[in-house]
């Protein structure tokens, strides 16, 4: 997939986690670093490119990737959109399309699921893919609304949301794939948000569904995301890690 350049984002201060030295992506999930769960997912897809954005304690996070991937820093934290325009100066020219995922919430993605997204990607020449999944307590999280067609019209952020949608189960774990040319065309055109003062990728799809472009989604079955932003969590990503052995 000499096409296709990952970017993976690992710049989060991850407050929760209540650590001053070591980024999140670099502590252990079961046998490794989380991050390297996430490195070697892309490896095994025969990706090339791969450009990991680092901010905080940088250095935890090039000390275990050292000679493996291209780094981008985001100096100030600005949101996920930020991130994605830091390493956007670093994409070969030969890249069409650019694969996106979080350094924190990758280590369980099966290599089905991101194969099954990119190909849906390139076969229907969209300008973006991205993955959804279901879940029993999608509490926290953002909701995918659809049309009486199935179309994605909307995500909408759980504090935004009325009744009706946070009963939707339906979430955005984050994991994207924009083709490139979109991406270069509206990556600076989506507004920061009115409560962090950040930009985020979902703002992309925003972008996208005003201006008629193509969306596609996968939704991924028999699926365990696991979003780690405490301790706790990743005392339970460790726990589900063993098990999954």
């Known amino acids: 997939m000499n096409n296709i ?16 030295t070591i980024n999140k992506v670099a502590m252990p999930l079961g046998d490794k670093q989380m991050i390297l769960h996430t490195i070697d997912l892309l490896d095994r897809l025969n990706i090339v490119q791969k450009i990991v954005v680092v901010g905080f304690a ?26 994605v325009n830091c390493a956007l100066q670093y994409l070969s020219k030969d890249s069409t399309d650019v694969l996106i995922l979080n350094g924190d919430d990758s280590a369980f993605y099966k290599e089905e699921t991101i194969s099954d997204l990119i190909k849906k990607h390139i076969q229907g020449k969209s300008s973006l893919t991205f993955l959804t999944i279901n879940l029993d307590n999608p509490a926290g999280l953002g909701r995918i609304i659809r049309d009486n067609l199935g179309k994605v019209i909307a995500i909408v952020e759980e504090k935004e949301a009325n009744k009706e949608q946070r009963a939707i189960s339906e979430i955005n774990p984050s994991c994207y794939i924009f083709d490139v040319s979109f991406l270069r065309k509206y990556l600076n055109k989506v507004k920061k948000s009115n409560i962090t003062k950040e930009y985020y990728l979902t703002g ?18 028999n699926f365990a995301w696991r979003g780690i932003n405490t301790k706790e969590e990743l005392e339970e990503a460790n726990r589900f890690f063993l098990q999954a052995k």
């Open 204 to 221: 992309l799809i925003d972008l996208a569904i005003k201006n008629n472009e193509k969306i596609e989604t996968v939704m991924a079955k």
């Open 58 to 83: 940088k250095e935890s996070v090039m000390d275990i990737l050292k000679g493996r991937v291209i780094f981008a820093e985001q100096k100030k934290q600005l949101g996920t959109a930020d991130a």
């Open 5 to 20: 350049t990952a970017i993976v984002l690992a710049a989060g201060k991850g407050k929760r986690m209540n650590s001053k």
